[in-house]
C-alpha cells in the first residue's frame, strides 16, 4: 500500500528543531526481532504541539524512545538542532503515562527538584524553578505533600512541572491521559494548552486517541500500523476545546478515523 503525505500539512519555517530521518527501530523478544517502525522519517519545529497517532503496536511509543535517547535506531538517525541523539539529556524530558512516576518518599517539591539537582543546579535555584513550574500547574498548596496523597490526575500534573522545570527543548508525553476517566482528562487537556499558551514549549505527543489528538495537537503524524510508517501529516493548528462540536472537527475526525479503520489514506 502507498503512503501519502496529506496536504494540508502544516506551513513551517526555518530549519527544524528535531528530526526524525529514515528511522527505523526493532527489539528483540523471547521468540523473534520484532521490527516496530520502517525508515519513519518527519521534523518537529519549535513551539509546535506535534502528535504520534496510531493504533497499538505501530511504534508510536517506540519512537519516543527513540527521541528520548533509550533506543538507538538500526537504520536512520534522530538530531535535535542538528546533533545526533545518542543518549538520554536533559535537554528532552518525557512524562509517562504511569501515575506512580514520582519517588514516593518526597514531597512534591522534593519530586520536581530532583532532576535539576542531578545535572547540577544548586538547591535554592531548583527549589525557585520547581516552585515556579508548580505555580503554572496549579498545584502551589501541594508542595510539601507526599505522592500518595494525590490524585491521578495531580501526580500527572507533578510529573509534567517535574518536565517543565529543567525547561527542555522538547517535552515528551507518552499517553499521559490514558488512564484518566473523561472528565479529569478533558481538564487535563485543557490545562496542558494552557501551559503551552503561557510557556510556548515544543511538545511531542503520543495518543491511540483521534479526538485527543486534533484537540492537544497543532499537527497530527499518523502512523500506519505495524510495522509503523508515516501515513498522512496533518495540520490542525485552527482546531481545538472549542470547536470540538464544529462540523469541520467532525471531519476531520472522521477522515483520520477511516483512514485507520479502514485502510484508506486521507483524500488530497
Keep these: 500500500m502507498a503512503f501519502v503525505m496529506d496536504q494540508v500539512s502544516a506551513t513551517t519555517t ?18 523473534h526481532l ?14 509546535e504541539r506535534l502528535i504520534l497517532l496510531g493504533p497499538s503496536g505501530c511504534g508510536k511509543s517506540t519512537i519516543l524512545k527513540a527521541m528520548a535517547g533509550f533506543l538507538q535506531p538500526v537504520e536512520g538517525r534522530i538530531t535535535l538542532k542538528d546533533r545526533v541523539i545518542e543518549g538520554p539529556g536533559p535537554d528532552r524530558m518525557m512524562v509517562f503515562q504511569e501515575f506512580d512516576q514520582l519517588l514516593p518518599w518526597k514531597t512534591v517539591v522534593q519530586n520536581v527538584s530532583y532532576p535539576m539537582l542531578v545535572n547540577g543546579i544548586g538547591a535554592q535555584d531548583a527549589k525557585e524553578r ?40 522538547v517535552l515528551l508525553m ?7 476517566d473523561a472528565l479529569t482528562r478533558r481538564k487535563m487537556q485543557e490545562e496542558l494548552l494552557q501551559l503551552w499558551d503561557d510557556i510556548g514549549f515544543t511538545l511531542v505527543f503520543v495518543t491511540h486517541s483521534i479526538d485527543e489528538a486534533v484537540v492537544i495537537g497543532s499537527r497530527i503524524v499518523v502512523l500506519s500500523p505495524h510495522p509503523g510508517q508515516v501515513r498522512a501529516e496533518i495540520n490542525c493548528d485552527h482546531l481545538g476545546l472549542d470547536e470540538r462540536t464544529s462540523p469541520e472537527f467532525a471531519e476531520l475526525t472522521g477522515r483520520i478515523s477511516h483512514m485507520l479503520f479502514d485502510g484508506q489514506d486521507v483524500a488530497h
Design 174 to 180: 507518552d499517553e499521559p491521559y490514558a488512564a484518566l
Design 14 to 31: 526555518g530549519a527544524p528543531l528535531l528530526s526524525v530521518d529514515g528511522v527505523t527501530l526493532q527489539y528483540k523478544t523471547p521468540d
Design 34 to 47: 520484532v521490527t516496530a517502525t520502517y525508515r519513519v522519517s518527519f521534523d518537529i519545529h519549535r513551539h
Design 130 to 169: 520547581a516552585l515556579d513550574a508548580l505555580a503554572k500547574v496549579n498545584l502551589s498548596k501541594f508542595a510539601d505533600a507526599y505522592p500518595h496523597m494525590l490524585s491521578g490526575g495531580m501526580k500527572q500534573r507533578v510529573a509534567i512541572a517535574r518536565a517543565m522545570a529543567m525547561k527542555p527543548d
